[in-house]
T-cell receptor, first 117, second 115 residues
């Protein structure tokens, strides 16, 4: 069965600090996809990144970077020089359609990030 | 290019009433999903359509829930005989393998409160 664990329920940092959000996943499939979504106070889930299981290259997009390590089943998300606008709940999600055909996303419980000015 | 839209954004109803929500996906997306999110939790999958065919249903989708996508465009989610436990945010998402390798894009959600 698929499972996504985000052990950090809430993180509070001061603006300009770097912060890393942890995500650990479980799946029996060899082909799967990992995602990060942002949910600001307005409530709408905003897509940030998609990574497939064959691509372990880390990715950087502006102040955001992602570290994918299959050996530890982790897909961590780092925000560099955090800003108040980064305050939101961040969700890690897993999709593993290759064997079962299931297209549903399995979400973690989320990490609430508060960036203080 | 408009995103996923949902209507209504908020719904307050009394226990036992029926409610219906609508989702309009991104126009070129052929796949549509419904999720439910309760306070402090991540979204939980309810059901998925490819065009007009409902291909997957979660065990969370009890007999009181029904979803349709009659012409492969918009979708409706109906809850009959609502219960207080149905209070949640109902999220709709759409995707297309051809357009963006099946990444799911979400709408703003419909927040349901059952009194």
């Amino acid at each position: 069965a698929q499972k996504v664990t985000q052990a950090q329920t809430e993180i509070s940092v001061v603006e300009k600090e770097d912060v890393t959000l942890d995500c650990v996943y479980e799946t029996r499939d060899t082909t799967y996809y990992l995602f990060w979504y942002k949910q600001p106070p307005s409530g709408e889930l905003v897509f940030l990144i998609r990574r497939n299981s064959f691509d372990e290259q880390n990715e950087i997009s502006g102040r955001y970077s992602w570290n994918f390590q299959k050996s530890t089943s982790s897909f961590n998300f780092t925000i560099t020089a955090s800003q108040v606008v980064d305050s939101a709940v961040y969700f890690c999600a897993l999709s593993d359609p290759s064997r079962t055909g299931r297209r549903a996303l399995t979400f973690g419980s989320g990490t609430r990030l508060q960036v203080q000015p | 290019d408009t995103g996923v839209s949902q209507d209504p954004r908020h719904k307050i109803t009394k226990r036992g009433q029926n409610v219906t929500f609508r989702c309009d996906p991104i126009s070129e997306h052929n796949r549509l999903y419904w999720y439910r999110q309760t306070l402090g939790q991540g979204p939980e999958f309810l059901t998925y359509f490819q065009n007009e065919a409902q291909l997957e249903k979660s065990r969370l989708l009890s007999d009181r829930f029904s979803a349709e996508r009659p012409k492969g465009s918009f979708s409706t989610l109906e809850i009959q005989r609502t219960e207080q436990g149905d209070s949640a945010m109902y999220l709709c998402a759409s995707s297309s393998y051809r357009v963006d390798t099946d990444t799911q894009y979400f709408g703003p959600g419909t927040r349901l409160t059952v009194l």
